[in-house]
Every structure is written in C-alpha cells, then in structure tokens.
C-alpha cells in the first residue's frame, strides 16, 4: 500500500486544516458582574450573519476545552472584560503581542484557563496567525452582580471595534487566497 504524502489540501480547508478562518471567542463569567461583557458581545454577534468564513463562540470559562477552537483558526478575535487601570466602560484593543501582559493580572478564574490555552498552542505550533483582544475596561467583576452601567453603555462601541477587526480579517484572507490563486 502506496501512502500519500500528507498535504494541508487533504486537510481540506486552505489555511491549516481550519473550518473557519475567523474565530471570533467571547470569554469570561456573566455571574461576576462586568466579567460577563465578552460572553455578551459573544451573544450579539451570534445574532449577526457573517457567513462561513466567520465563527463566533461564547467560551464563558471553558478553559483548556477551548484549545481544538483555537487550533482551526487562522486569526483569533477575544472579547473580554479587562482591567487596565483605564476609566470603566473604557473599550481596548490588544494585539498578540500585548496578550501575554493582559492575561497576567488575573481578574476572574477564566483568565488563567485562556492564559494556559494560548500557551499550549503556541507549544503545538497552532496558535492562530492573528490575535486581537477587544476588551472592555470592568467596573466590578464581584459575584452575582449585574453588569455596570459603565460596561453596558460601552457594549456597543465594543460591537463595533469587533465588526471592523472581522471585517479586516476578511479582506485579509480574501487577499492571502487570491495571492495563492
């Protein structure tokens, strides 16, 4: 018997073997007050149809579980509540490079899950090419309160910060593909 040699084409998918390109991850705990916005917007954009180049999940606090996600994405959009000493309702953007920092000051018990995640990716050489956080400055983040009016009122600017990233997500693996044509 003859093996074929292994090819990311028999995988099926143009960018490693991924069944969408554009991962777009809502994380953190709705039960601890503004720690809940990622797993919101998660919600808000699920409404929205962005076709199946586009996945957009709520990881709440899955943890490591979320790994395979990440593993077929080619770029990585994470939606959270952040704490970076900025006004609360403030919305931020990290880039990759700037995760590693965010995930250091630990504001719920999901951080540490998405901090061992991205790093055992990177371990297996799957971590997507491109990774933004969208975060939206926390007010609170103490148990089974509701979300600030701070974060609620910054939702929407949030949306929008994410739409546009997936937006140039797009363009950009319109762009890879074409080159590759």
Same mark, same amino acid.
Request: proline share 7%; hydrophobic share 40%; aromatic share 2%.
């Given at each position: 018997?003859?093996?074929?040699?292994?090819? =990311?084409? &028999? $995988?099926?998918?143009?960018?490693?073997?991924?069944?969408?390109?554009?991962?777009?991850? !809502?994380? @953190?705990?709705? &039960?601890?007050?503004?720690?809940?916005?990622?797993? =919101?917007?998660?919600? $808000?954009?699920?409404? #929205?149809?962005? !076709?199946?180049?586009?996945?957009?999940?709520?990881? !709440?606090?899955?943890?490591?579980?979320?790994?395979?996600?990440? +593993?077929?994405?080619?770029?990585?959009?994470?939606?959270?509540?952040?704490?970076? @000493?900025?006004?609360?309702?403030?919305?931020?953007?990290?880039? $990759?490079?700037?995760?590693?920092?965010?995930?250091? #000051?630990?504001?719920?018990?999901?951080?540490?899950?998405?901090? =061992?995640?991205?790093?055992?990716?990177?371990?297996?050489?799957?971590?997507? #090419?491109?990774?933004? &956080?969208? !975060?939206?400055?926390?007010?609170?983040?103490?148990?089974?309160?509701?979300?600030?009016? =701070?974060?609620?009122?910054?939702?929407?600017?949030?949306?929008?910060?994410? +739409?546009?990233?997936?937006? #140039?997500?797009?363009?950009?693996?319109?762009? $890879?593909?074409?080159?590759?044509?």
């Amino acid at each position: 018997m003859k093996l074929e040699p292994y090819t =990311e084409e &028999l $995988r099926g998918c143009p960018v490693k073997g991924n069944a969408y390109p554009v991962l777009v991850l !809502g994380i @953190g705990n709705p &039960l601890m007050g503004d720690d809940g916005a990622g797993v =919101e917007l998660a919600h $808000r954009l699920q409404e #929205r149809d962005y !076709g199946p180049l586009v996945h957009v999940e709520e990881g !709440g606090t899955q943890g490591m579980t979320l790994l395979p996600l990440l +593993e077929d994405a080619d770029t990585l959009i994470l939606l959270d509540a952040v704490r970076t @000493g900025a006004l609360p309702g403030t919305v931020v953007t990290r880039s $990759r490079e700037e995760l590693p920092r965010h995930f250091s #000051r630990v504001m719920s018990p999901h951080q540490i899950g998405m901090k =061992e995640v991205l790093g055992a990716a990177q371990l297996c050489g799957t971590l997507p #090419r491109a990774i933004t &956080l969208v !975060g939206v400055e926390a007010l609170h983040t103490d148990f089974c309160r509701p979300m600030s009016a =701070e974060v609620q009122e910054a939702l929407p600017k949030a949306l929008d910060t994410a +739409e546009a990233l997936i937006a #140039r997500a797009l363009a950009e693996h319109q762009a $890879r593909k074409n080159a590759h044509a």
